[in-house]
T-cell receptor, first 113, second 111 residues
Framework: DTGVSQNPRHKITKRGQNVTFRCDPI?????LYWYRQTLGQGPEFLTY????????KSRLLSDRFSAERPKGSFSTLEIQRTEQGDSAMYLC???????????FGPGTRLLVL | QKEVEQDPGPLSVPEGAIVSLNCTYS??????FMWYRQYSRKGPELLMY????GNKEDGRFTAQVDKSSKYISLFIRDSQPSDSATYLC???????????FGKGTKLTVNP
């Protein structure tokens, strides 16, 4: 295992559809994070899991967004009723030590038409 | 006022130049400071991590933190074309796992 993996890498959907992204962290990393990055901006924090517990959530994570990490390994991020403003790169990161030592995956690029 | 300010550039330098990248932050509660490198259409890659004022060196990279001025810097010596990327500063408070990122500075090193 060489790093964090994310699937799919690209997703095009129509407004109003639901989408789900998957993140597989580095093996034995108990911390997992989701961020969103729009063009020309740095990543913005969405949520954080330690094992299966969701411990922090950003106000950016509206009720259309839900994230899970059911067995403390992989995580899913679902967006319901997508809007054009949801178009962004969705990044997943994992860590064993927390704080600054977060290692990012390649991201899932979402385009909502 | 944004929590982290970073000049987006772009910055263009000749190969071999010393590059200086900077960020300022507004909240003195921030204690942890990181620099990430992001190539086009890729995820950010952790370059440097520090939690104290002063300098930290790793090869051609030096991270500098001045907590009294709320100012952080990344220096790249002997820059190479392969260093061409967007450089993101990121900060975090103690007790929170949330990283707050700057906008990123796009760097081009010309051969």
């Amino acid at each position: 295992d060489t790093g964090v993996s994310q699937n799919p890498r690209h997703k095009i959907t129509k407004r109003g559809q639901n989408v789900t992204f998957r993140c597989d962290p580095i093996s034995e990393h108990n911390r997992l994070y989701w961020y969103r990055q729009t063009l020309g901006q740095g990543p913005e924090f969405l949520t954080y899991f330690q094992n299966e517990a969701q411990l922090e959530k950003s106000r950016l994570l509206s009720d259309r967004f839900s994230a899970e990490r059911p067995k403390g390994s992989f995580s899913t991020l679902e967006i319901q009723r997508t809007e054009q403003g949801d178009s962004a790169m969705y990044l997943c990161a994992s860590s064993s030590q927390g704080l600054g030592t977060q290692y990012f995956g390649p991201g899932t690029r979402l385009l909502v038409l | 006022q944004k929590e982290v300010e970073q000049d987006p550039g772009p910055l263009s330098v000749p190969e071999g130049a010393i590059v200086s990248l900077n960020c300022t932050y507004s909240n003195s509660a921030f204690q942890y400071f990181m620099w990430y490198r992001q190539y086009s259409r890729k995820g950010p890659e952790l370059l440097m991590y520090t939690y104290s004022s002063g300098n930290k060196e790793d090869g051609r990279f030096t991270a500098q933190v001045d907590k009294s001025s709320k100012y952080i810097s990344l220096f790249i010596r002997d820059s190479q074309p392969s260093d061409s990327a967007t450089y993101l500063c990121a900060i975090a408070q103690g007790g929170s796992e949330k990283l707050v990122f700057g906008k990123g500075t796009k760097l081009t090193v010309n051969p």
